[in-house]
């Protein structure tokens, strides 16, 4: 199970972190993700970090947005920098273990302009 928190409504150019708990160890999980979907839009993939703690990016977020991870406190979090209006979106963790993938439910964050 996987609990997603932390975001809200925010001004541009402001900064929100995003966290999401897992109910067991992350240390076997292969690889975490966020997702994000804007209102009336398709999801869509945002970020991602493995095991080996290598991370990859949607070009849009790269330089504004870290993800990172706590395998102690079984915590993966998203820092989201210098937001902008089109970062308004639900967002989404999600977990991939083999061929297993969990996610957990949104966490809504709004930019206003």
């Known amino acids: 199970q996987l609990q997603a928190s932390g975001g809200g409504l925010v001004q541009a150019g402001g900064s929100l972190r995003l966290s999401c708990v897992a109910s067991?160890?992350?240390?076997?999980?292969?690889?975490m993700y966020w997702y994000r979907q804007p209102s009336g839009k398709q999801r869509e993939w945002v970020t991602t970090?493995?095991?080996?703690?290598?991370?990859t990016y949607k070009d849009s977020v790269k330089g504004r947005f870290t993800i990172s991870r706590d395998v102690a406190k079984n915590t993966v979090y998203l820092q989201m920098n210098n937001l902008k209006p089109e970062d308004t979106s639900v967002y989404y963790c999600?977990?991939?273990?083999?061929?297993?993938?969990?996610w957990g439910q949104g966490t809504e964050v709004t930019v206003s302009s």
């Open positions: 999600s977990a991939r273990q083999g061929a297993t993938t969990y």
């Open positions: 067991r160890s992350i240390v076997s999980i292969n690889a």
């Open positions: 970090i493995i095991n080996t703690g290598i991370t």
